[in-house]
């Protein structure tokens, strides 16, 4: 049992952070090879497997923090709860995040929750075929904001769902992770400056570098691309009866950059420090015109496997 234990803490300790979503938010993937899986001649995954539950705990600040690609302008505190959940070819997957902003005017959520459920299969031939993952997620975000004509505060709530397709491709030994993430949102209630909510759609392509090791702090990359629509709802115009629903897309990249240390003994602490600017092409103005706009956002915070146990 503790040669399980040390297993299901190793790779805990394994994840990268890159989502697509939160700039703290965990890159879950576990190769079933990892827990037992054997290739069949077919080049299918086989098993019995080892079951993994790991739920790991991260907490701190992030600086100009962007909430699912929108900049807020605020620096904001966290808690983050990600569990997750292996058995055989599938994993299930339960996150709760709660925030603390020094912004003004409901831009940053209070509460995110999620939950996601996905699927191993394997993509090739041979005896090493490259792994794949195809994973149904779904969320609900709390934002307080004035309401009504008395604009006291109160929640509102966006629900989103989306399907991400990730592979793991082994190149002269190293993991290269790549992510394709579909997303929909349709947020509730108005903005805090009294304007209607918009849906946001969202393809992005995102991939992973292998990780780098120097003096035991662990060096992560990855850069994400992709396009993102949103639709404004019609609008009441006592002039003009009402205007059209507008629709825009701009393109967006985000860089990023990780350090993580060593685990502090006895502790299993790691603390990190991830540089992840984001890069938006604006729609065009009334002239025509469009220009580009920088969000440089910067996390530190620390992580820990609060509870690892391998069946």
Request: include cysteine; glycine fraction near 8%.
């Amino acid at each position: 049992m503790r040669r399980a234990l040390f297993i299901a803490l190793l790779l805990a300790a394994s994840m990268t952070q890159a989502q697509e979503l939160d700039i703290f938010d965990i890159n879950d993937f576990v190769d079933p090879r990892d827990l037992g899986a054997t290739i069949t001649p077919q080049g299918w995954l086989a098993c019995p497997c080892q079951r993994l539950l790991v739920s790991r705990l991260m907490a701190g600040g992030v600086a100009d923090y962007v909430d699912v690609l929108r900049p807020t302008s605020s620096d904001v505190l966290f808690a983050h709860l990600a569990t997750s959940y292996y058995t055989g070819r599938w994993q299930l997957n339960f996150k709760a995040t709660r925030f603390d902003s020094s912004g003004v005017g409901g831009e940053v959520p209070t509460w995110k929750y999620g939950a996601q459920a996905g699927r191993y299969f394997t993509m090739g031939g041979g005896n090493n075929p490259a792994t794949l993952r195809a994973q149904v997620n779904a969320s609900k975000t709390e934002y307080r904001r004035r309401l009504g004509p008395t604009k006291a505060f109160g929640s509102v709530y966006d629900t989103e769902i989306g399907f991400e397709v990730d592979t793991s491709v082994s190149i002269l030994g190293r993991p290269f992770v790549t992510s394709l993430v579909f997303l929909q949102d349709r947020p509730a209630g108005e903005l805090s400056d009294g304007s209607p909510p918009f849906e946001r759609r969202r393809l992005t392509l995102l991939h992973r570098l292998p990780r780098l090791t120097l003096a035991g702090v662990k060096i992560d990359a990855s850069i994400a691309g992709g396009m993102y629509q949103f639709k404004f709802p019609a609008i009441a115009n006592p002039t003009t009866a009402q205007q059209p629903a507008t629709r825009w897309a701009k393109a967006t990249v985000l860089p990023a950059l990780e350090l993580t240390s060593p685990s502090i003994p006895k502790l299993d602490l790691r603390f990190h420090v991830r540089y992840e600017p984001i890069v938006q092409q604006m729609p065009r103005n009334a002239a025509g015109g469009q220009g580009w706009q920088t969000t440089q956002q910067i996390a530190l915070f620390i992580d820990r496997a609060v509870f690892a146990k391998a069946f």
